[in-house]
């Protein structure tokens, strides 16, 4: 089996500061890879390198066995939707269908079968029946499953979801976990967020980034590890998470 | 009995390139507006004002200074646009403000020279030659065509930018293209309204025409539409009263903006 995604001392430059130093890691096939860290830790910088957009300036980057712009068709990307202009005039089911194209490329017409995997796509997130619905007449969590589905329609080896639960309710994220664990069993999902009480909930493995990257085989978030993350353990507990929270967590599952 | 306005040549021929321009600004406003690059628009329309004094300066067409001039703006745009370190706006508002200043130079340097610049910079329909006309249509002819080969390209980066990139899409040569077309229209329409308010013809019909569709492809035709009647009206307006057409198209425009609005306030929309 190939390793999805493998980093080998990887040093990433932004301008003239370094975001990302020394990242080492590799995750399994099937893995649900939770990452964790500051605004500000490289997250973004991560996403985009991971995608091929951005080049590291020492170290390897591989996906699927190859470098990163030349697998851009195996992996789903999901970003987080808060970000973009939600008065544009496009379906849901266009939208979705705009994940097509990252395996047709711009210039051929879509087909049936195009639209037989658009369907399963929007069957898969629960939103066939809003297919026709302008994307901004839907509600936070709903967009969200959008976005997943125009990434499933590209028939991604891997999920890769940017702070997906930022804008929607905590009621909407659970059902939102569930739906990320359903697909997890066909695909590996990694997920990048703030949220480390959610995320460790429903993780198989969990990692720190705040420029260097901490990641151990197992999901076993501990103080320490929090702490290199973040550099200010205050904070968290301000935040309503306190350490012994996720220790439970740990536990249950 | 055919009504004494369609007796001049000069009215056919405003007629005539009111809808053609219509056309030209209906689809390109369309993108203008959902991708939000009206500032970027307006900058490309000011800089052609340095072209438009160069020509005049130099004694070739200022039309083609003008072409020149906002197709070397949408090339430093779109240039400038992933330069992280730079500030976009505020290259662009300078950019704007160059071109202007270029412009005014230019002619100021001009000995002699008394024709009237606020034709280009408000517009006169009424004295849009035949000539101009053939040059509309062939700029619509192109701008349909680029559309409808393009549209799904067009419609990912204007949805999602960062996503149509990720999935392998030549993003920057798209948008450059945008732009290019964008700057032809913005130059067409430099005839009609004029530099100044070329912005208001690119976002009006869209921005109005945006409520009422759910898709880009109707949005556009609606676009056309009401770009259409409110051109044509403008244009009746002003030669019934004696106005200057562009002035009132504009002021017609903005007051249909806000009737919308009130209806779809009304109605809850």
């Not at chain 2, 067409?61 to 949408?74: K, V």
Request: proline share 3%; hydrophobic share 50%; with cysteine.
């Amino acid at each position: 089996m190939i390793t999805p995604v493998e980093f080998k001392n990887v040093y990433v430059r932004l301008g003239n500061a370094v975001v990302l130093e020394n990242i080492t890691f590799k995750i399994a096939d099937k893995e649900f890879l939770g990452i964790i860290g500051p605004n500000g830790g490289g997250k973004t910088t991560l996403i985009k390198t991971l995608l091929g957009l951005i080049k590291p300036f020492k170290g390897e980057v591989k996906v699927f066995g190859e470098a990163p712009e030349s697998t851009s068709k195996l992996i789903g990307y999901v970003p987080q939707f808060s970000t973009f202009d939600m008065t544009y005039p496009i379906s849901v089911h266009n939208v979705v269908l705009m994940g097509r194209m990252a395996v047709k490329g711009g210039k051929k017409g879509f087909n049936s079968n195009d639209e037989e995997i658009v369907k399963k796509s929007l069957e898969k997130v629960n939103l066939l029946n809003l297919s026709e619905k302008l994307i901004g007449n839907l509600s936070g969590g709903e967009k969200q499953r959008v976005l997943i589905a125009r990434a499933l329609a590209s028939e991604p080896k891997l999920l890769l979801l940017d702070e997906p639960t930022a804008s929607i309710d905590s009621n909407t994220g659970v059902l939102f976990y569930d739906l990320l664990q359903n697909l997890n069993k066909e695909i590996t999902v990694i997920i990048i967020s703030h949220d480390i009480g959610a995320i460790s909930k429903y993780v198989k493995k969990i990692g720190c980034l705040n420029k260097t990257f901490v990641y151990h085989d197992s999901k076993d978030l501990t103080k320490e590890k929090i702490e290199m993350a973040y550099h200010c353990p205050i904070d968290l507990i301000a935040h309503g998470v306190p350490h012994r929270v996720l220790e439970e967590h740990h536990h249950d599952s | 009995m055919i009504p004494e306005i369609f007796q001049y040549d000069f009215m056919i021929n405003a007629i005539v390139a009111s809808l053609l321009a219509s056309i030209a600004f209906g689809i390109v406003g369309s993108y203008v507006v959902v991708k939000r690059i009206i500032f970027i628009s307006g900058g490309i329309s000011h800089t052609a004002y340095g072209g438009i004094g160069l020509g005049i300066l130099l004694g070739f067409d200022p039309m083609l200074g003008a072409i020149a001039f906002s197709l070397i703006a949408a090339f430093i745009i779109s240039k400038l646009r992933n330069n992280a370190a730079n500030n976009e706006d505020v290259l662009i508002g300078i950019m704007w403000a160059f071109g202007m200043a270029l412009g005014i130079l230019f002619t100021s340097m001009t000995p002699g020279y008394t024709q009237n610049l606020s034709s280009y910079l408000f517009g006169n329909i009424l004295t849009v030659p035949r000539e101009e006309l053939y040059m509309m249509l062939l700029l619509d002819i192109g701008i349909v065509s680029i559309t409808v080969i393009y549209f799904k390209e067009f419609q990912a980066i204007t949805f999602d930018e960062e996503y149509a990139r990720v999935i392998g899409l030549p993003v920057d040569n798209l948008y450059l293209l945008l732009l290019i077309i964008i700057a032809l229209t913005t130059v067409v329409l430099i005839k009609l309204v004029g530099i100044i308010l070329v912005v208001a013809l690119l976002s009006i019909p869209a921005s109005i025409s945006q409520r009422y569709i759910t898709n880009l492809r109707n949005m556009m035709l609606l676009s056309i539409a009401v770009g259409m009647v409110l051109t044509i009206t403008g244009l009746f307006i002003a030669y019934y009263f004696n106005l200057a057409a562009g002035a009132a198209t504009i002021i017609l425009s903005v007051f249909a903006f806000l009737l919308s609005n009130l209806y779809l306030k009304l109605t809850n929309k």
